[in-house]
């Protein structure tokens, strides 16, 4: 069928007027929309703020007593996403004022990390150089301002923040934003279960094929070079 131009221009202002008939009923049908409200922007980001400042308030909170002797890594996962040009330098003077505060406490180094977001651990250089000196006793007490500069994996988190606290003197981290405290008393029955197989676990018996430890070996070796006044 061929339409002449009048009748095309009849047949799309037809449409047109039932196209807008139908959004006339749908929008007289019943709303729960708070219609007070329509014409404000939604932030997400907000909602999410008021949601974790209501998690936190739920938390028991502690904190590193001043009292006690802490040597003290700071670390700073920096991205000057701000208008200031001196941001990381002001922060360094925040946290190095706020440590000298008390007297009990040793301000060994600053360890900092450039990006937005924090990557897996083990690419954090300046991370991976501060759970060293955790682990050669050079540092008792790790600082930071917020769980994100760590690490966005919990699973990851739990696992260095239980790895730290089973050192021969524990090690805590204090995240300042969340007013976390991982040596806090309401965390130490986490920190210090060390449970990995079920109950009623029997272990397997010596195997020929064990290899012997890194000790015994060790000794064994120094016995065959006496010996035979070297190695063949």
């Known amino acids: 069928m061929i339409y002449t131009k009048k009748e095309e221009n009849e047949a799309f202002a037809d449409n047109d007027i039932r196209t807008y008939e139908n959004e006339?009923?749908?929008?007289?049908?019943?709303?729960?929309?708070n219609v007070f409200r329509r014409h404000i922007a939604?932030?997400?980001?907000?909602k999410l703020l008021a949601k974790h400042r209501l998690w936190m308030d739920n938390l028991q909170h502690e904190y590193p007593m001043p009292y006690h002797k802490f040597r003290i890594g700071v670390y700073i996962r920096y991205y000057n996403q701000t208008k200031h040009e001196n941001y990381l330098d002001k922060h360094i003077q925040q946290f190095t004022e706020d440590i000298s505060l008390c007297k009990n406490w040793t301000l060994v180094d600053f360890y900092i990390d450039k990006g937005m977001s924090a990557p897996r651990m083990e690419n954090a250089k300046e991370w991976c150089r501060l759970l060293a000196d955790c682990f050669s006793g050079k540092i008792n007490l790790i600082v930071t301002q917020k769980v994100s500069n760590v690490s966005?994996?919990?699973?990851?988190?739990?696992?260095?923040?239980?790895?730290?606290?089973?050192q021969k003197e524990p090690v805590g981290i204090y995240f300042i934003s969340e007013d976390i405290y991982t040596l806090g008393s309401y965390y130490r029955h986490d920190l210090f279960d060390r449970e990995l197989l079920p109950?009623?676990?029997?272990?397997?018996?010596?195997?020929?094929?064990?290899?012997?430890?890194?000790?015994?070996?060790?000794k064994g070796?120094?016995?065959?070079?006496?010996?035979?006044?070297?190695l063949v």
Do not use: W, Y
Request: glycine share 4%; net charge negative.
């Open 42 to 46: 939604v932030d997400p980001r907000k």
């Open 221 to 230: 070796l120094a016995e065959i070079t006496n010996n035979k006044g070297g």
């Open 152 to 166: 966005n994996d919990p699973e990851e988190l739990a696992f260095i923040a239980k790895t730290l606290v089973a």
């Open 24 to 33: 006339k009923e749908a929008s007289l049908e019943p709303t729960t929309e």
């Open 199 to 218: 109950q009623g676990h029997i272990a397997l018996p010596d195997d020929d094929c064990d290899m012997p430890m890194i000790c015994e070996f060790d």
